[in-house]
């Protein structure tokens, strides 16, 4: 009955290094989200999956953003290539579908990029 | 393009001082408009969900309105604990659009 979980809750890479966020939606949730949140602003999209799938990847910024729930739990969000510009609190959440508007978030993971 | 602006950017209230927050949206269509509340160092909370003009809804302290370019958050006889960010957000009405579209929040603060 745990909400979402994010590992790690903070994550410091260098410039140019690959990252794996992860998420842990709530049991029985089949829709998941990532956004990514910087300072003084709201969540902003990424990508949702619907089970498996990526339904919609169109929030993914460019190429270096990827992202699997290959098993329609879990996911990883996976960035190549981390830029300075990249360090944000990369927000996961789930929902029942047909309820796509109540979302439970995780505590965020917070990337920062040197 | 989809739009949401909040405001104000912050809010000070005394204990007890009723205010309003306001958010206005711009969307080819709306589905749902919904509030939630974040903690710093947390994600987003849910609080409401809002579909059609003229719908209203409460929980304690809180009521949300809607109409058809803005919606407003009515806190009543605030308490400290009531101190956070609040977030509205939209789902456009187009097919397959899940995903929700923030605002940037008013951060609210509520002195004993």
């Known amino acids: 009955g745990a909400g979402v979980s994010q590992t790690p809750s903070n994550k410091v890479t260098e410039k140019g290094k690959y990252v794996e966020l992860r998420c842990d939606p709530i049991?029985?949730?089949?829709?998941l989200y990532w956004y990514r949140q910087s300072l003084g602003q709201g969540p902003e999209f990424l990508i949702y999956f619907q089970g498996t799938g990526a339904a919609d990847d169109s929030g993914l910024p460019n190429d270096r953003f990827f992202a699997v729930r290959p098993e329609g739990s879990v996911s990883t969000l996976k960035i190549q290539r981390t830029e300075r510009g990249d360090s944000a609190v990369y927000l996961c959440?789930?929902?029942?579908?047909?309820?796509?508007?109540?979302?439970?978030f995780g505590p965020g993971t917070r990337l920062t990029v040197l | 393009e989809d739009q949401v602006t909040q405001s104000p950017e912050a809010l000070r209230l005394q204990e007890g001082e009723s205010s309003s927050l306001n958010c206005s949206y711009t969307v080819s269509g709306l589905r749902g408009l919904f509030w939630y509340r974040q903690d710093p160092g947390k994600g987003p909370e849910f609080l409401f969900t809002?579909?059609?003009a003229g719908e209203e809804k409460e929980k304690e302290r809180l009521k949300a309105t809607l109409t058809k370019k803005e919606s407003f958050l009515h806190i009543t006889a605030p308490k400290p604990e009531d101190s956070a960010t609040y977030l509205c957000?939209?789902?456009?009405?187009?097919?397959?659009?899940?995903?929700?579209?923030f605002g940037t929040g008013t951060r609210l603060t509520v002195i004993p």
């Open positions: 959440a789930s929902s029942l579908i047909g309820l796509e508007g109540e979302q439970f």
């Open positions: 809002l579909y059609s």
């Open positions: 049991s029985g949730h089949t829709a």
């Open positions: 957000a939209v789902q456009p009405l187009q097919t397959g659009a899940n995903n929700l579209f």
